[in-house]
């Protein structure tokens, strides 16, 4: 579903992903771990389009998106969700208007039509009932599942995650990685979820790439990155808190 080719990124000079080549396999949870500032999140951001690389080729379903004219990314866009690290939601917009946005923008689906899919996304999440409630009206971990109802309204084939644990209580992250793993079940999307959080790519994870110093140290399944032999891997990993928990895949 993605593939990414050579990839180069600098800003201002400096380099910040080095000679990057990846695959994302259709319908595989990926973890993208590694240090604050080792390039994840640019990762994630190159691999929507919101940002293009110094160099290489970023594929994206079948299409070479690197330099797509903004239109015809947005057409790419559509198949892609994204949930944000701090939610990014309006706040002057109900849930429900949130959830809907997208589909107003990109859609002629009647009033009564973009209801029902906002319900229905809702419902995924476990906020059935919410359409009404104001952003602020909402706790961490509820704004981060309003952010995921948004992201699948679309009901696309790829989701990427910016940290979706970042700020949450053990037993919020626990519930954001069980939908991660039921986006998975029920709609059948490939993921890509960045993450500091050794918990949280132990329980969602097919495979786990590390990044450290903007290029890919090390990527295999979670049993591969357990037992890497790889000292920086296993430095992150001891560095982390806490040991794997359950998520019944």
Do not use: C
């Amino acid at each position: 579903m993605i593939k990414l080719v050579n990839v180069h990124m600098e800003f201002k000079k400096e380099k910040i992903l080095k000679n990057i080549n990846l695959e994302v396999k259709k319908g595989e949870v990926l973890a993208v771990i590694g240090a604050s500032g080792s390039g994840k999140s640019t990762l994630l951001r190159l691999m929507i389009g919101l940002l293009r690389p110094t160099s290489g080729e970023i594929w994206v379903a079948g299409n070479e998106i690197s330099k797509l004219r903004e239109d015809q990314l947005d057409k790419i866009r559509l198949r892609m969700g994204m949930v944000f690290q701090y939610s990014a939601l309006f706040d002057s917009m109900s849930v429900g208007d949130n959830v809907a946005f997208g589909l107003r923008e990109h859609t002629k689906l009647s009033q009564s039509e973009i209801n029902i899919k906002v319900k229905e996304k809702l419902k995924l999440v476990d906020l059935e009932g919410y359409e009404q409630h104001l952003p602020n009206e909402l706790s961490g971990g509820m704004k981060k599942r309003v952010s995921l109802a948004r992201a699948i309204a679309f009901e696309p084939n790829i989701i990427l995650y910016d940290e979706p644990s970042a700020g949450l209580d053990p037993i919020m992250t626990a519930k954001i990685d069980s939908l991660i793993v039921n986006m998975q079940k029920v709609l059948g999307v490939t993921s890509v979820v960045v993450t500091h959080h050794m918990e949280s790519a132990f329980a969602i994870a097919d495979r786990i790439a590390m990044i450290h110093e903007g290029k890919i140290t090390q990527i295999g399944s979670v049993e591969d990155i357990k037992n890497s032999n790889n000292p920086v891997v296993q430095d992150f990993i001891n560095g982390s808190k806490g040991m794997t928990k359950e998520v019944h895949r």
